[in-house]
């Protein structure tokens, strides 16, 4: 847990803009569950202020304040994790390592001795009860920061601490500083009288330029920087241990082992069905874990010689998975299955069934080619909870995007206990995506009116968001991006006609139907085969193909997956009207003397999005449900910077005014700008071998 991580400099130019306090009080209330209090919010406006005022008058403007961070990487069981006002973080000037301050803010003006005989404990105006002395605060903290559970547990740095009462003078608080106090590295005490000392140690503790690289290490030491989901797959290549899980994602693993050990722990004969079976459900948003949880689940079941098989309702996912991590035909079959597989349950049934993406159930599976015997009977939650004996679904209600897609918890509940099993359902939510901002994915929500919330974004260190000003701009920064080593991709709102490939097999070329002013692009390529003589890859391996760059892809081709830049188009099916949003379906004509569809009318052409049922009421709302979710999954896809632009000069320039200008020192996550320890290469598939290493040469501007 943090509340914020900048740059001194960035600190004072985001308070500037009044957007320091209700940027903090946003997240106190997400990771504590109440409001902050006055005080509290005075406090921050304050004593931040000027602590970040003290480091660029000491030339040390460049220092990160990682303000309100927890002490330890996990959060204690029984109460709320210790704090820490602020940690400074850069690189010593002697010795080069990471150097680290951690500082306890205070606004007291006067102390008074409670005891003649020690310091331990004084009176402060304002307050019933006697306080600690801060330096005791602050011994408690570096011992958890640097103990065991700390982000900082067997790193060798340079780390100490102090009090910084801002607002007293030595001789209003002179017990703070007399010969009984607490004194040591990390116990020191700076008032007013002393702000001269501190200038000099701030400059003794830190060097004038880095701390960059120093602050991506402690985020990632506080497993805020996660290996993304195809990199760890490919590292582990499915066996073993696969991610490592954290806080409630590792309580979700556990349960379901234990249960797992309970019902599982015969000779393999089916149980019988009541407390034979068990049904987990896990909810979470976009980058909450599911899948790392599921998959890393899998790996321990298959270890454990257990049948076990990870569906998903997404062949994009699957199709990622299996181009990107190398598996054959063969392998990724006995381990990875579609919920459309199980229409006939296996005999003898699967010890455990892993769903994900249980959001993109269905009513019952039905197969596209009418074949009777492979479409259901029954609901598809059932074929699913036939198949084996423990089944878990991750899901996330927020990314149904189909009106068909029927995945709810309730759905999964209600049938599950139909069959006599109480399911345990279970919630993920810190943010491991998009930089672990869950301060993003929140803004992301209330600007498109999924939940209420703030719609103004404030810059948090951890995510970067901008928009462009044209499509050739997105484009730009996109590719650029892709060239220098990070992954990338583009994605649309489903606002074009999507044209079949012109002429046969691999030669078919790709029709620009992704049209805007001059810029005409194409979208990612429909069937399973690779077209224009190689150069453009099938729809399941679009999202991890080098070549996969150049054409534009939608919702059904990106959920579920990730990049570190994700460059999103809003078409206008979504647009905005003075305060709210209106919903609009398109239309089409064909050009004269071809099939190929134009737009006439702007809007939604995702065909999808009219088999609704029920009244034209409900139909409306299921319509305009569905375009909000998948500009949420479009807009909720990217681990460092979301890049928007919108078609529509009335959404475009409301997108500028909730992003404001975020171009502060730093915080554009380029390539160029990250520190090295941030520039981690992403590994090739180990089908292609080396086909990943220059993206660069094939990239069409």
């Known amino acids: 847990m943090l509340l914020l991580k900048l740059s001194a400099q960035d600190l004072l130019t985001l308070n ?22 006055d005080g509290e919010r005075e406090a921050w406006a304050e004593s931040l202020v000027e602590l970040a005022e003290d480091l660029v008058e000491a030339e040390r403007g460049n220092v990160e304040m990682v303000v309100e961070c927890a002490a330890t990487v996990d959060k204690p069981k029984k109460r709320e ?43 402060v105006p304002g307050y019933k009860s006697p306080k600690k002395h801060p330096a005791l605060q602050l011994r408690n903290t570096y011992k ?5 559970q700390g982000p900082l547990r067997g790193i060798t740095v340079e780390c100490g601490g102090f009090a910084y009462l801002h607002n007293s003078t030595d001789d209003s608080v002179r017990p703070l500083l007399d010969t009984l106090a607490p004194t040591g590295a ?26 960059a690289s120093e602050a991506e290490q402690l985020l990632r030491f506080m497993n805020l920087r996660n290996t993304p989901l195809l990199d760890a797959m490919i590292r582990s290549r499915g066996e073993d241990t696969v991610f490592t ?3 409630k994602q590792k309580e979700v693993a556990a349960s379901v082992r234990e249960r797992a050990a309970l019902i599982l722990e015969d000779s393999g004969e089916p149980a019988p069905s009541h407390g034979g079976r068990a049904v987990f459900i896990v909810l979470g948003g976009a980058g909450t874990g599911k899948s790392a949880v599921g998959l890393q689940l899998r790996a321990d079941f298959e270890g454990a010689r257990r049948s076990v098989k990870y569906a998903s309702g997404s062949r994009a996912f699957n199709g990622a998975l299996q181009e990107q991590v190398g598996y054959s035909d063969k392998e990724f079959k006995k381990r990875f299955a579609y919920f459309s597989h199980f229409v006939t349950p296996p005999d003898p049934v699967l010890d455990v069934l892993i769903c994900d993406e249980a959001h993109r159930l269905r009513e019952r599976t039905i197969d596209i080619y009418q074949r009777e015997e492979k479409s259901g009977k029954q609901p598809q939650v059932d074929d699913l909870l036939d198949a084996s004996r423990l089944t878990v679904f991750f899901l996330d209600e927020s990314q149904c995007v189909r009106p068909k897609e029927v995945g709810t918890a309730q759905l999964i509940e209600d049938a599950a206990r139909a069959r006599g099993i109480t399911p345990l359902r279970y919630e993920l939510r810190e943010e491991w995506r998009c930089g672990g901002s869950d301060a993003y994915i929140r803004w992301v929500r209330a600007v498109l009116g999924i939940e209420p919330g703030t719609t103004e974004w404030t810059p948090d260190g951890l995510m970067h968001v901008e928009v462009a000003d044209s499509p050739e701009e997105l484009e730009y920064i996109v590719k650029s991006e892709a060239a220098a080593g990070a992954t990338a991709r583009m994605v649309a709102g489903f606002c074009w006609p999507w044209t079949d490939p012109v002429g046969q097999g691999k030669a078919a070329r790709l029709e620009a139907d992704v049209r805007i002013g001059d810029w005409h692009r194409s979208w990612n390529a429909k069937g ?94 299921e319509f305009e449900r569905c375009v909000r979710h998948a500009y949420h999954v479009l807009m909720t896809r990217a681990s460092r910077a979301t890049v928007l632009y919108s078609t529509d000069e009335e959404t475009q320039e409301y997108l500028k005014s909730r992003v404001g200008d975020v171009q502060i020192h730093g915080l554009r996550p380029t390539w160029e700008n990250l520190p090295a320890e941030a520039r981690v290469p992403h590994f090739p598939s180990p089908k292609r071998k080396g086909n990943d290493v220059s993206q660069g040469q094939e990239l069409i501007f």
């Open 16 to 37: 500037s803009r009044r957007r320091m306090v209700p940027h903090l009080a946003a997240r106190y209330r997400h990771f504590r569950g109440r409001d902050v209090s």
């Open 81 to 123: 994790p210790t704090l820490i006002d602020v940690v400074l973080v850069g690189r010593h000037p002697q010795t080069g390592l990471p150097s680290f301050q951690l500082v306890e803010l205070k606004r007291w003006s006067m102390v008074t001795r409670v005891e003649a005989a020690t310091a331990e404990l004084v009176r």
């Open 144 to 148: 958890l920061f640097t103990g065991d």
């Open 186 to 211: 990390y116990e020191r005490v700076y008032t007013r009288d002393s702000r001269d000392q501190l200038l000099v140690d701030l400059r003794r503790h830190f060097a004038e330029g880095g701390a």
């Open 245 to 247: 899980l954290r806080g």
């Open 528 to 621: 399973d085969s690779f077209r224009e003589n190689g150069a453009v890859p099938p729809s399941t391996k679009w999202s991890v193909h080098p070549y996969g760059i150049n054409q534009i892809g939608c919702v059904y081709t990106a959920q579920g997956l990730e990049w570190d830049w994700c460059g999103v188009i809003l078409g206008e099916d979504m647009v905005r009207r003075g305060d709210r949003w209106v919903y609009q379906k398109g239309q089409w004509y064909e050009e004269e003397g071809s099939k190929i569809k134009r737009v006439k009318v702007p809007g939604s052409f995702d065909m999808k999005l009219r088999e609704g049922t029920g009244s034209e009421e409900e139909k409306r709302q």
